[in-house]
């Protein structure tokens, strides 16, 4: 295995048709409006705490903004691409870092969006197995059960209509049945956005069962 900080990256840079302009990149700086979108970033996206780096941390601002405000998800996974190889640059993370499989899971999700579900599926199985062994057991990575609860219902809200998507019907059930049953697990859950999270994976386990011609489960 290639350890250079080009060879981590190679697996998410051959994958996919990246734009060779900077066009897009701008970041509107408005005064007022500057300081709103970065208050609303801050409080709804914010970056974890060990990313220090200045540039990474403004690399995955535009990242954030090119997803939730002005969306456009091959400039945001241009964005998460450069921070991904700012950070093995740096040395500070690693790829099994709970920072870094959420950058990768956000990066399958935009390359998806682009029409690369292919290798939007491949990356997302890859961090599946990092945090659900064969059995559907949840596992070790990561420093909290909690974080590896949210990290499977995070994966499994982007690998199912993948899955779904390929005709992989008996995946799907397994990955929507685990999400269900991390969702179910974590503090708080009869709260209205996690009741909410287990109802919509209620309802993809029934179209999952019903495509696969499972009728009496759906």
Partial sequence: MDNTTRGKLQPYMGMIKLLSTVSGLVVVSVGGLYIY???????????????????????????ALREHIAPDPQIAYM?????????YSDGDLDESSEAVQ??????????AQIGEQKPAKQ?????????VD????????????SWRMQHVCRVADALGPLLMDC???????????????????????DSDDLL?????????LG????????????
């Fill in 37 to 63: 979108i970065n208050h609303y970033l801050d409080k709804n996206y914010p970056i974890r705490p060990e990313i220090t780096s200045k540039a990474t941390r403004k690399l995955l601002r535009g990242a």
């Fill in 79 to 87: 964005f998460m691409l450069s921070a991904l190889e700012q950070i």
């Fill in 102 to 111: 959420e950058i990768i899971v956000r990066m399958a999700h935009a390359a």
């Fill in 123 to 131: 990356m997302l199985e890859t961090a599946w197995d990092k945090v």
């Fill in 134 to 145: 064969s059995d559907g057991r949840i596992h070790g990575l990561g420093d909290s059960e």
């Fill in 167 to 189: 005709g992989e019907y008996k995946t799907a059930i397994r990955t929507y049945g685990t999400a269900l049953q991390a969702a179910r697990t974590m503090q708080n859950n």
């Fill in 196 to 204: 909410l999270k287990q109802a919509n994976y209620v309802t993809s």
């Fill in 207 to 218: 179209e999952a069962f019903a495509m696969d011609k499972d009728y009496e489960s759906a």
